[in-house]
């Protein structure tokens, strides 16, 4: 499968507990998104990459979260002290982004986060 | 900001019957993506549209962009019960061709037998 592979799929984690979620994006993309989405709304724009650089990261995105892309292939998500606001699916994508080609993102099937 | 708005936010249609959905921006989209989430599923590309006035079609899906590129339409002729799911619009950053997609709300499409 060369889709974009998101773990692990599903997560329930106590309220103030650390989780991380992992991601990889199809090999030959150069970029490399984080969403969010809850329950009846569209994707949320958390924070993208070009290869290993983090260009853009949403207001969303509190100081509790961080996302790396150490060696501009695989992604991790960190959530520090979750919150049960927290919970929602989390989706990676990735994209060969050229002029010629446009953006076209492909996503994961994406990380599901309970906080209880 | 950049905003991207998509009505209705339900459409409950018997199966043969026709379906549309709307996707409005505040301002004008270099392209505009149109993307389908299955319930308890992920978004999946369907199409990209990048001239003014655009239509394209994929079977019995029609996709449209309008003159202006602040508007666009996703028409579904004589739905089949594969067509549930929810419908998203996605527009780039202003002014961008390659920036982040903003999406829609959806629409979410029911289809009863």
């Known amino acids: 499968d060369t889709g974009v592979s998101q773990n692990p799929r599903h997560k329930i984690t106590k309220r103030g507990q650390n989780v991380t979620f992992r991601c990889d994006p199809i090999?030959?993309?150069?970029?490399l998104y984080w969403y969010r989405q809850t329950l009846g709304q569209g994707p949320e724009f958390l924070t993208y990459?070009?290869?290993?650089?983090?260009?853009?990261k949403s207001r969303l995105l509190s100081d509790r979260f961080s996302a790396e892309r150490p060696k501009g292939s695989f992604s991790t998500l960190e959530i520090q002290r979750t919150e049960q606001g927290d919970s929602a699916m989390y989706l990676c994508?990735?994209?060969?982004?050229?002029?010629?080609?446009?953006?076209?993102?492909?996503f994961g099937e994406g990380s599901w986060l309970t906080v209880v | 900001g950049q905003q991207v708005m998509q009505i209705p936010q339900y459409q409950h249609v018997q199966e043969g019957e026709d379906f549309t959905t709307y996707c409005n921006s505040s301002?004008?989209?270099?392209?505009i993506q149109w993307y389908k989430q299955r319930p308890g599923g992920h978004p999946v590309f369907l199409i990209q549209?990048?001239?003014?006035?655009e239509v394209k079609k994929q079977k019995r899906l029609t996709f449209q962009f309008g003159e202006a590129k602040k508007n666009s339409s996703l028409h579904i002729t004589a739905t089949q019960t594969t067509d549930v799911g929810t419908y998203f619009c996605?527009?780039?950053?202003?002014?961008?061709?390659?920036?982040?997609?903003?999406f829609g709300r959806g629409t979410q499409l029911t289809v009863w037998p």
């Open positions: 090999s030959e993309h150069n970029r």
């Open positions: 549209l990048v001239k003014s006035g």
């Open positions: 990459f070009q290869n290993e650089a983090q260009l853009e």
């Open positions: 301002t004008t989209l270099s392209n």
């Open positions: 996605a527009g780039p950053d202003r002014g961008s061709t390659l920036g982040r997609l903003y």
């Open positions: 994508a990735s994209s060969l982004a050229t002029v010629r080609s446009g953006n076209t993102i492909y």
